[in-house]
């Protein structure tokens, strides 16, 4: 007679989801049950909250990587004719602005409470979008903002034109020296590093810090997907930007990996432009084999994937 299976069946998780018990992807360094899972944690998490979105990618790197940057939102439906700025960083990490002139400063570089920021920044934008000429400040909800439309909803997708700032000077590029916002950026200066956005690929900025320089790239695959042809670029040698610089691993941030590369000093973003084109070129084409991993591939791999520090 045969036995009867007396294991017990585990709760399973769908491709995205988190597993109670697994670290919370919030960062907060608790379990997924104790944090954005457990009852009043907040919203359900999305894992890759800017998904779908055009220019997701340089979104990831505005919020998460970028010191001062701003693009031109451009808004379906009702608010079409409503001008919205996506800046970086505002005066005092504001959630947005109401400019006198109506104009919404919409920042990226907030501690968002809840599960989805791309909800989170949805139910602000909403927000500012209803508030009176010169209102100021737009806060936070305090709750989480279930029935706020997502950022998807609002914005007339497409690349967004990212102009990275030297320092936060815009802020104030329209204001008087004894405004409040001139006051705010003399607490802001020397905050930003020096950065430039490539132009040749998308969402790959160079910038200097201290005396390091640094290429962070962000990516839109699949992180699986990715470290596989990482992994094939690092052993064949291919993974090298500009000679003597070296792959140094990655950032893990809303879903996305931007892998990081140390430059040799002095190196600047203008000879990043061709290198980073011939690399996306070998990249492509690594992500396109379809062979399985060697076994050196496999251990490089391990190596990868251990080399992550998760943003968000």
Sequence with gaps: MAKKNRSKTSATTTPGEVG?????????????????GAPGGGDVFVKRPFEGLASECDIVAMRELVPAATAALPLAGEHADRTVKLCTLLPMAAPALVRDSGEVWL????????????????????????????????GLTSAPPADAPRLQDLVADGPLAVEVHEGFDFWVADMDA??????????AEGAAAPTARLTEVTAAYWTRMGAKEHLRWVMPEPEDVLLDALARLHVSGDDVIVPDARFVGMFRAHGLLAPVWDLPVGTGPEPLEEAASSFRAKLDEALAATSDLTTEERSARNGLANRQVTIR
């Design 178 to 187: 004894s405004s409040e916002l001139a006051q705010a950026l003399e607490q």
């Design 107 to 138: 920042g990226l570089q907030v501690q968002h409470a809840f599960g989805d920021p791309s909800r989170d920044l949805g139910a602000v934008l909403r927000d500012a979008l209803a508030a009176e000429p010169g209102a100021g400040m737009v």
């Design 20 to 36: 109670p018990r697994q670290p919370c992807p919030c960062g907060s360094g608790k379990r997924y049950k104790a944090c954005h």
